[in-house]
């Protein structure tokens, strides 16, 4: 039987204390000398295989092409309605996720070997829940892993009722990530990975990131792309986010 080693051990206390603090601050942004207070080192990235700032353990699709025309033109109709019972930046950000989640799932039944399992967020065992209802509420669409020893990697779509900025990273996305990394370290199956990374979509208002997340035994890396705009990004951004989102895990993990 494996048993956890010590330096593992440690890492998830570590985690563990980290989630603890930002489950109880009453701020719901932090700004980037916030973050460094815990420990958390901000980079940036970028959703390109051919920059040095692309994801670490995660590697994109091939042959991703570009959304149908008529998919971005039934984004732009839904954004462009100023019905004022859907003007919450949650209630955008459900618009947007479920036009793109539609454009990854055409490209996704066309696959063989596809190696992520995914489900209704309540059937992963995370740390602790993914949602939040109190305001600002957030939450997750959808979160994705693999089953049995080799990967201990995961990812996200998620939403948070919120407007976000550039500089700060939102409570919401902390918790979700943390509890995700979290509940995979927990797994019999992967005491010999020291390393949990996570990929995540992340959705607010008319706008949307993705961020990589690790932790390196000091330091919570978190690595984000600049926002990409609904509607005047969709073609772009729905490839750039599907192919990454899509693909299969890399790196050593051990």
């Given amino acids: 039987m494996s048993v956890e080693r010590p330096q593992r051990r440690a890492r998830r206390q570590a985690l563990k204390e980290l989630e603890a603090s930002i489950e109880a601050l009453k701020v719901h942004d932090l700004s980037i000398p916030q973050l460094e207070q815990l420990d958390i080192w901000v980079q940036e990235m970028a959703l390109n295989a051919s920059s040095r700032d692309k994801p670490y353990f995660f590697l994109p699709r091939s042959n991703f092409s570009l959304p149908p025309v008529e998919c971005v033109q039934n984004l732009t109709e839904c954004l462009g309605d100023e019905d004022t019972s859907l003007k919450r930046p949650v209630d955008r950000a459900y618009q947007v ?15 063989e070997g596809w190696p992520w399992w995914s489900g209704d967020p309540a059937d992963h065992r995370t740390y602790k829940h993914v949602y939040q209802y109190d305001q600002p509420e957030f939450g997750a669409f959808n979160l994705m892993d693999i089953r049995g020893s080799s990967f201990p990697h995961s990812k996200a779509a998620i939403y948070n009722n919120m407007e976000g900025v550039h500089h ?11 509890r995700m990394m979290l509940g995979r370290l927990k797994k019999r199956p992967l005491l010999e990975h020291m390393i949990a990374p996570v990929f995540m979509v992340s959705f607010m208002g008319k706008r949307a990131r993705a961020i ?4 390196d035994g000091q330091h919570l890396i978190l690595r984000r792309t600049a926002f990409y705009n609904f509607p005047e990004q969709t073609s772009p951004a729905f490839k750039e986010l599907g192919e990454w989102y899509c693909g299969n895990p890399t790196g050593n993990t051990h």
């Fill in 212 to 215: 990589e997340a690790y932790y």
């Fill in 97 to 111: 996720q479920a036009n793109w989640s539609s454009y990854c799932r055409s490209y996704i039944s066309r696959l």
């Fill in 168 to 178: 700060k990273l939102l409570r919401g996305e902390l918790l979700i990530l943390l």
